[in-house]
């Protein structure tokens, strides 16, 4: 859940800055800082089980690169938006040759978003829109209370997935299939 | 709107001692009853002022029926899903003819509005807007005070979002009516 910091106008280098004298985790929306608060136990753990099953299958398949939650991407310059996903997932073909060691400037192709229980509509939303306007190909809204996955694509209709549905990798993850229920399940 | 209780399961035979116990506004989900906060004056205002539109539409072209914030619409009835949407519009043809059903309409309107309250979130409204999507409503329109916009969901398409700037049509559900969504906010 983000909370509002001081009002100014950010910019990435500020964010980057901040990132080293800081231990929080934060994100930078429209030049607005925001705190990203520690997730719930819950959160952390579904969050972990889906990274493993899709990183499994990514390694395998030598499709590209998994990231874990704290990772920034900078999703427009100016103004300055830079959002850390709970889960993301770069093709080979829009990874960079090298690691650039700063917030990564290129667009996953696959962004999970583990929502907590006091994460508001509006938040969630708008993430979401931000995500798909920069070029994300697939967003996965995990949602632990209602058991369910929202599939989140640019102009299409958005699908719900419950338990004994089937979350596929589509063209994205080409042949990457796991039971929703499986990704829920302790 | 905001969730403030959860309890045991209800059926159908349920929903008229539940009126009789519970004062507040309430939906049931699922067969849990959750009882819903008072809206904000910020919320009050916009729902009024959108009912009053649709109202004035709906009446003068002799259309059908806007309701407000109250009504109750079984949705399903095993398990039993009540929900009581801020506004909604149900065709005439839709409404038995003769005297008006002094009972909960056990169909699904035609268009809902929900306006959201800060506190509203992504899991509970996401969950409402796919049990009105799923129960037949042919148009739901989110309106968010806060980014001055609304979200229109239909079933089977993408997710549209009209702006501050931009005209909220009633598409073929409501088929002339047009309001300047600024007109819902100042």
Redesign the interface.
Same mark, same amino acid.
């Given at each position: 859940m983000a909370v509002a910091l001081e009002k100014r106008t950010y910019t990435i280098d500020d964010l980057w800055e901040l990132s080293h004298r800081s231990d929080k985790r934060m994100e930078l929306v429209k030049g607005e800082l925001r705190e990203l608060a520690p997730a719930n136990d819950e959160h952390g753990y579904v969050a972990s089980q889906l990274l493993l099953v899709v990183a499994q299958f990514v390694k395998q398949h030598r499709l590209g690169y998994t990231f874990a939650a704290e990772t920034g991407f900078v999703l427009s310059e100016e103004p300055a938006t830079v959002r850390a996903p709970d889960f993301a997932f770069v093709s080979r073909e829009r990874a960079p040759e090298d690691w650039s060691r700063h917030f990564a400037r290129y667009i996953p192709d696959l962004v999970a978003e583990v *929502?907590s !229980?006091? /994460? $508001?509509? $509006?938040? %969630? $939303?708008?993430k979401v /829109?931000d995500w798909l306007r920069s070029g994300v190909r697939v967003v996965w *809204?995990v /949602?632990p209370? =209602?058991q369910t996955v929202?599939v989140y694509r !640019? /102009? =299409? !209709? *958005?699908r %719900?997935l419950r338990a004994e549905d089937t979350l596929s990798g589509e063209e994205v993850l080409p042949g990457f299939e796991c039971k929703v229920s499986e990704i829920f399940a302790r | 709107m905001a969730v403030t209780a959860e309890k045991e399961i209800y059926t159908l035979q349920n929903l008229q001692e539940i009126s009789r116990t519970v004062t507040g506004r309430w939906e049931v989900v699922r067969g849990r009853l959750r009882e819903l906060a008072p809206a904000n004056f910020k919320h009050g205002v916009i729902a009024g002022r959108l009912f009053a539109r649709l109202y004035q539409f709906a009446e003068s072209h002799g259309v059908g029926y806007v309701l407000m914030a109250e009504t109750g619409f079984i949705l399903s009835e095993e398990p039993v899903t009540l929900r009581a949407p801020d506004v909604a519009f149900v065709r005439r043809e839709r409404v038995p003819t003769g005297d008006l059903p002094e009972q909960f309409a056990h169909f699904a309107p035609d268009l809902v509005v929900e306006v959201l309250s800060p506190s509203d979130t992504y899991s509970a409204l996401a969950e409402k807007v796919g049990d009105w999507l799923e129960a037949g409503v042919a148009l739901v329109w989110v309106v968010d005070p806060q980014g001055k916009k609304v979200y229109i969901y239909r079933k089977e398409q993408p997710v549209r979002v009209v702006g501050d700037d931009e005209i909220l049509s009633g598409e073929d559900v409501l088929p002339g009516f047009e309001c300047r969504v600024s007109e819902i906010f100042t």
């Open positions: *929502v !229980p006091n /994460d $508001t509509f $509006t938040e %969630v $939303t708008e /829109d *809204v /949602d209370a =209602q929202r !640019p /102009d =299409q !209709p *958005v %719900v | -």
